[in-house]
């Protein structure tokens, strides 16, 4: 890891080459204000035809037509459906990557924008639309400056991050080869456009599938001693197991198990064999996280022993929890406060329990996310995944230019 603060003062202020910063500060945001007419129709076309986690063959040509305009080398088909962006630099020895994703959700938008979604029950809420026009806006940008880099830069265009396995496709095909940091965004409705919000730690928190099936004995419903009812002692796992998270978890290590799905029975009159449980588990702690699957089974298994029950466990790993290195956040956060001023920067105090697959990559390089407020001041935000969503365009640009200047930053305090 890398310390950036030693190149700061207290107040977050670069102390080397100010006035070469200035004026490459100055150019990114004259280009970026310049793109913006252009980003705003990327990001339209893009919101108009959402493609679903996969599928995203669409909007991987559009993405790939832009970038090779720019001059940038395009690799496609990376991650199925995803794509590679590269600003080559002096050596190829130093690596820095850039991560958005491009898929949508399978909502019906209910938006009056004149550019709504063309494609009947799927729908960009959750801004990967802006992500990725943020993502071609900064590339736009870098290959624009006239600076040549120390390393390459890498544009990582993701698909199906809504089904958390993207991020995954993309490793696998070697898209985090030699990569020394990585940085992301992820839009944010309940923070104002122009300004943006900065983590330190867990930003995210790792989320696990979970099934049980509990299999009891079945028999007569006037005669319940003469069986084992699995659905009585589901709802007996079901309390124990929410009850226990207060008693035997640390609370300054959050978690949230959430039982979605409950299935079984066959008439009003038999008593249940058999109840499966679907759920979602979230944590923060790392080994919270690592401990979570034999601690849901000692509490299923006391319950079913005590009452004459089997069960069967599966428990899926998901995504693991986005834990933002603390050099490339103060790095970040600096050249944010550099660029809009400290009162346009948020330090947030909390994590989301919302999962991020972007926690794959943090397995193979440092990295860092921030939150880019797409808020309107005027009006009522909707939250993400919802069909009234929408954001206030001016935010591009504050992506852009944030994402711009900190990867120039990166590569100063590199060069």
């Known amino acids: ?28 945001k004259e280009l970026a204000e310049a793109l913006k007419p252009r980003l705003i129709e990327i990001r339209r076309h893009i919101h108009a035809h959402p493609e679903l986690s996969g599928q995203e063959h669409q909007t991987a040509a559009y993405v790939a037509g832009v970038l090779s305009s720019c001059g940038i080398v ?15 630099g002096r050596t190829d020895e130093r690596l820095v990557a850039i991560r958005t994703d491009m898929d949508a959700l399978p909502i019906t938008e209910r938006t009056s924008v004149e550019f709504a979604s063309r494609r009947q029950g799927i729908m960009h809420a959750c801004g990967h639309d802006v992500h990725t026009t943020v993502g071609l806006g900064t590339a736009m940008v870098l290959s624009q400056l006239g600076e040549v880099f120390p390393g390459n830069t890498r544009f990582l265009f993701q698909p199906a991050e809504e089904i958390a396995q993207g991020a995954k496709w993309m490793v696998k095909d070697g898209a985090m080869n030699d990569v020394s940091a990585i940085f992301s965004v992820h839009v944010f409705p309940s923070i104002p456009a122009g300004s943006i919000g900065i983590r330190y730690g867990a930003l995210t ?89 034999g601690w849901i089974e000692s509490i299923v298994a006391s319950v079913c022993n005590t009452f004459g029950a089997r069960y069967e466990i599966n428990y899926r790993r998901g995504v693991p929890s986005v834990q933002n290195d603390l050099a490339l956040t103060q790095l970040l956060e600096a050249s944010a406060k550099e660029a809009w001023g400290s009162d346009r920067v948020q330090i947030l105090p909390e994590p989301s329990l919302g999962s991020e697959d972007f926690a794959i990559y943090l397995q193979h390089a440092p990295g860092t996310m921030f939150r880019l407020g797409v808020g309107f001041r005027d009006k009522q935000n909707y939250p993400l995944h919802h069909p009234q969503f929408e954001v206030d365009e001016s935010a591009i640009v504050t992506g852009v230019v944030t994402l711009a200047y900190t990867i120039y930053q990166y590569w100063q305090k590199r060069g």
């Open 1 to 28: 890891m890398h310390d950036y603060s030693r190149y700061l003062d207290d107040t977050g202020e670069d102390l080397l080459s100010n006035a070469h910063n200035n004026s490459m500060l100055s150019r990114i």
């Open 74 to 88: 395009v690799q496609e088909a990376v991650g199925k459906t995803g794509l590679i962006g590269e600003l080559v």
């Open 205 to 293: 928190a790792a989320a696990d599938d979970l099934e049980i099936i509990i299999m009891g004995e079945s028999g007569h419903g006037a005669r319940p001693h003469e069986a084992i009812d699995a659905i009585w002692i589901a709802s007996q796992v079901i309390t124990t197991l929410q009850q226990a998270i207060s008693r035997t978890q640390n609370p300054l290590r959050p978690m949230v198990l959430t039982i979605g799905q409950i299935s079984g029975g066959r008439a009003p009159n038999v008593i249940a064999d058999q109840v499966r449980l679907t759920g979602t588990v979230r944590s923060l702690h790392p080994d919270t996280h690592a401990d979570l699957p």
